[in-house]
């Protein structure tokens, strides 16, 4: 299977803990986007880089986050000092899109749920 | 900005029967619109788009869409669903000519009876 995967698939830790999580897009795939999708809600955005630059960051992205994709490949997510609304689903999504793409299709991983106790 | 609003968070229907999921958008510029579907325990898999032409866009799974821009609509549609259908879909939409990430609905749940 060469889809989008993440580890962990699940991720239990106590509130001030640090946690990072991981994300390997389909192996063409030059976007990689990260979400979080809390009970009830639809995915809201992150974070997005295209090869290795992080081109947008949302405002739901406070200073204990941060994202990294050293290499243009993989991608970590870290949560310093993690609180209980940090309890989520994170999701990573990748795409192929070139400066002229119209609309690509973002292919979205299995996530990571997050419980912080 | 934009932002989707998916009218019903649940919509039960019997197997063999048509649905319809009811998804309205706001937005002051072009957009693309998408339907994605979720099943449990799985990540969201692209069921169509949107992006310019014909306003009828057929995707997977027999589900289909229509674009109404006088209404800002783009519900989903399929003749006749199966169990297997089961699962949360989400309508999003996103600013044509920018970074084409999408704003998501909440969601709308379809429960398939047998």
């Known amino acids: 299977d060469t889809g989008v995967s993440q580890d962990p698939r699940h991720k239990i830790t106590k509130r001030g803990q640090n946690v990072t999580f991981r994300c390997d897009p389909i192996?063409?795939?030059?976007?990689l986007y990260w979400y979080r999708q809390t009970l009830g809600q639809g995915p809201e955005f992150l974070t997005y880089?295209?090869?290795?630059?992080?081109?947008?960051k949302s405002r739901l992205l406070s200073d204990r986050f941060s994202a990294e994709r050293p290499k243009g490949s993989f991608s970590t997510l870290e949560i310093q000092r993690t609180e209980q609304g940090d309890s989520a689903m994170y999701l990573c999504?990748?795409?192929f899109g070139s400066g002229t793409s119209v609309g690509d299709t973002q292919y979205f991983g299995p996530g990571t749920r997050l419980t912080v106790l | 900005a934009q932002s989707v609003t998916q009218l019903d968070s649940q919509v039960p229907v019997f197997e063999e029967a048509p649905v319809e999921l009811r998804c309205n958008y706001s937005?002051?510029?072009?957009?693309?619109l998408f339907w994605y579907v979720q099943y449990p325990n799985q990540g969201l898999q692209l069921l169509l788009k949107?992006?310019?032409?014909?306003?009828l866009v057929k995707g997977i799974n027999g589900f289909e869409a229509e674009f109404n821009k006088s209404q800002t609509s783009f519900h989903l549609r399929k003749p006749s669903v199966h169990i297997s259908d089961t699962a949360e879909y989400f309508c999003?939409?996103?600013?044509?000519?920018?970074?084409?990430?999408?704003?998501f609905g909440r969601g709308t749940s379809l429960i398939v009876h047998p």
């Open positions: 999504a990748s795409s």
């Open positions: 937005s002051s510029v072009s957009v693309y």
């Open positions: 880089f295209q090869n290795e630059a992080q081109l947008e």
């Open positions: 999003a939409v996103a600013r044509s000519g920018g970074s084409y990430i999408p704003t």
């Open positions: 192996s063409e795939h030059n976007r």
């Open positions: 949107y992006l310019s032409g014909s306003t």
